[in-house]
């Protein structure tokens, strides 16, 4: 009887510890996401977009017309599904919307 006693009470103290690790690492994550610091599988894929093709169409931007930037965003948009929208400093549309 009493090694059934000591037996589940390291159970109990073993089953508490898990859920409490389980009940940080969900609130962590959470966290973590929030803050920016994992990015989710949207965010990854943005950045992604951005570190391949920001700098080539910056240089579109100052370099070539509007119409050739917008066959450049098309060409992203039919590769990646990412729509993207370039503004100029007051807020108006470089290419045009569509």
């Known amino acids: 009887m009493r090694e059934r006693k000591l037996f589940q009470r390291i159970f ?18 959470i966290f973590m996401t929030q803050q920016g610091i994992i990015l989710t599988g949207q ?8 570190d391949r093709n920001g700098k080539r169409l910056l240089e579109l931007v ?9 066959e450049e965003i098309d060409r992203i948009r039919s590769e990646t599904g990412l729509a993207i929208f370039i503004f100029e400093g007051e807020g108006v549309p470089v290419t045009g919307s569509t």
């Open 62 to 70: 100052e370099t070539e017309s509007p119409a050739r930037l917008r």
């Open 43 to 50: 965010q990854e894929a943005l950045s992604n977009a951005l």
């Open 12 to 29: 109990l103290w073993f089953l508490g510890a898990m859920l409490l690790m389980a009940l940080v690492s969900v609130l962590l994550t």
